[in-house]
């Protein structure tokens, strides 16, 4: 007999960034993002193109289960934060930007649970009035969280240090432990947390590295890391991704 919670699962969006390719536009998404939606979270991905504006924004809200928003190898252009660009030699995605900046309000709006990975927690932190260290490796007192380009792909995701859970917090309880070691693949970071948000975790040298929301929303995690990387593998991923698919089931739920 089939499982009709098979057919039931929730829709969650994931916004895919532009990438040219032999002097042509895509539209793309890394399957390393796919892949623990699908067989940790038990959710089915619905690829959502930015490059054609917000028109049809609420029309995807009302497929949605949840918001996913991935890292890139783009940065927000930093006009949307009041800054001017100090890494021109950084490719910036404009599209994505302007849409999941609404995408972030909106689906706060409808209590839609959030997830974001390294970009897309600085996606949710601009959307919300925040700013961004755009060389946190030239910034007094933090540390260089840049991979080695030159090291192989394992290196590169390989845990990179610990990130210290605040104590007493929704993330520290669900990890079990102070502390966890996380890879370590950016240049840019929280600067200043915007209204509303609040640190879950935190880097060794005081950066922001986790950000939740709860005056604004039922479920958001964001973090700095790339929990996504082989993530059935480790057991702090699985948790997470487990516990924004439960989030989205519960959204589910409640709407059906």
Known sequence: MPNPSAHNKPVVLMTMGAQARSGHAYQVMTHKYIKPLVEISGCVPLLVPTCCGTEDLEQYLDLAD????????????????????????????????LFDIPLVRAALDRGLPILGICRGMQEINVALGGDIHQKVYCEPGYDDHREDADDPVDEQYGESHHVELVPGTWLAELMGQPSIPVNSLHGQGIKTLAKGLAPL????????????????????????????????????????????????????????
Do not use: M
């Open 201 to 256: 975790a935190h880097a060794e040298d005081g950066l922001i590295e986790a950000i939740h929301a709860p005056a604004l929303s039922p479920f958001l995690l964001a973090v700095q890391w790339h929990p996504e990387w082989k993530a059935s593998e480790n057991p702090h991923s699985i948790k997470l991704f487990t516990a924004f698919g439960d989030a989205c089931r519960r959204f589910r739920q409640q709407v059906g």
């Open 66 to 97: 949840g918001v996913y928003l991935s890292g890139a190898g783009s940065n927000i252009d930093p006009a949307l934060y009041g800054q001017e660009n100090l890494t021109p030699e950084k490719p910036q995605d404009r599209d994505r930007d």
